[in-house]
């Protein structure tokens, strides 16, 4: 509780919220991409031979990987809550090790 007496609330989390974390285990960069409505909205990179990014998402949250340098789709994921709070997925980025 804060100083004053008060209590703070619990922050409120989504039974589907889920953190994730995505591998690059290809030889290659890749650019992340969350898929909007209408738009890509990009989220990091991942850099090659194991370079990571971990955010939390939601279920139904579909992700796209592009080639660093070329720009060509290397993979797609949604999120499924079913596969438990903490998740990892592997994604190759070209040049594979």
Known sequence: DALDGTLTAPRDTSPSEVSVVFENRGGRGLESFWLGDEEE?????LDGNGGSLSLNSYHGHMFLFRDGTTG??????????????????????GDEL
């Open 41 to 45: 909205v990009p989220v990091g990179t």
């Open 72 to 93: 060509e789709v290397v993979g797609r994921h949604t999120v499924e809550s079913s596969g438990g709070l903490r998740q990892r997925h592997v994604v190759y980025g």
